[in-house]
């Protein structure tokens, strides 16, 4: 069973930075692309960022470009989020997700979501 | 402001049946394929529609998908009280190079 496990959530400051994380298991991780999406309170579903299964590709949204990283361990299974210079509006829940197949597939699985909160 | 665009409430009565509209460009709906995702408060998303009209395995049959040009549609036929959450349209931006969501689509059985 595919199961993806966020966390690294937390209250952070303006100007802060954060790591999240996400375990994942059921699947061998370096065939899929990985990807990250976030949900401002209330509001809707916006892509972050997207990760070769071989890290070597990596893109972002324009509203965090330059400010976070992805990366990935394949052999701990495990996907990052690297966020720098956080702002308000970064605050969220944000999403790990897995590809049905191929890198151009939607995502399909699902982690739980973990809270970033960027407030003073 | 999203990329794709949808209408933030529809509502119907249980056994009507539904649509949602999503509204894109050339660069997304007009060259990629169309997704639909279900989200019941406090949950992730649960994708219900994939290439425009594939239901992934559990996703029963009322549900379906349509596209023409650079629109798309979510359809919900005898509609029932679990159907109440928000609907999101998805699809890649080729000008954007990443993921784009429509604004989401909350929808109430009364």
């Known amino acids: 069973e595919v199961q993806l496990v966020e966390s690294g959530g937390g209250l952070v400051q303006p100007g802060g930075s954060l790591r999240l994380s996400c375990a994942a298991s059921?699947?061998?991780?370096?065939?899929?692309?990985m990807y990250w999406v976030r949900q401002a309170p209330g509001k809707g579903l916006v892509w972050v960022s997207r990760?070769?299964?071989?890290?070597?590709?990596?893109t972002y949204a324009d509203a965090v470009k330059g400010r976070f990283t992805i990366s990935r361990d394949n052999g701990k299974n495990t996907l990052f989020l690297q966020m720098n210079n956080l702002r308000a509006e970064d605050t969220a829940v944000y999403y790990c997700?897995?590809?049905?197949?191929?890198?151009?597939?939607?995502?399909?699985?699902w982690g739980q979501g973990t809270l970033v909160t960027v407030s003073s | 402001q999203s990329v794709l665009t949808q209408p933030p409430s529809a509502s119907g009565t249980p056994g009507q049946r539904v649509t949602i509209s999503c509204s894109g460009s050339t660069s997304n709906i007009g060259t990629n394929t169309v997704n639909w995702y279900q989200q019941l408060p406090g949950t992730a998303p649960k994708l219900l529609i994939y290439?425009?009209?594939q239901r992934p395995s559990g996703v029963p049959d009322r549900f379906s998908g349509s596209k023409s040009g650079t629109s798309a549609s979510l359809a919900i036929s005898g509609l029932q009280s679990e159907d109440e959450a928000a609907y999101y349209c998805?699809?890649?931006?080729?000008?954007?190079?990443?993921?784009?969501f429509g604004g989401g689509t909350k929808l109430t059985v009364l």
């Open positions: 290439s425009d009209n």
């Open positions: 059921g699947f061998t991780l370096i065939s899929y692309c």
């Open positions: 990760i070769t299964g071989d890290g070597i590709i990596t």
């Open positions: 997700a897995r590809p049905r197949g191929a890198c151009n597939d939607p995502p399909d699985y």
């Open positions: 998805a699809t890649w931006d080729d000008n954007l190079n990443g993921w784009v």
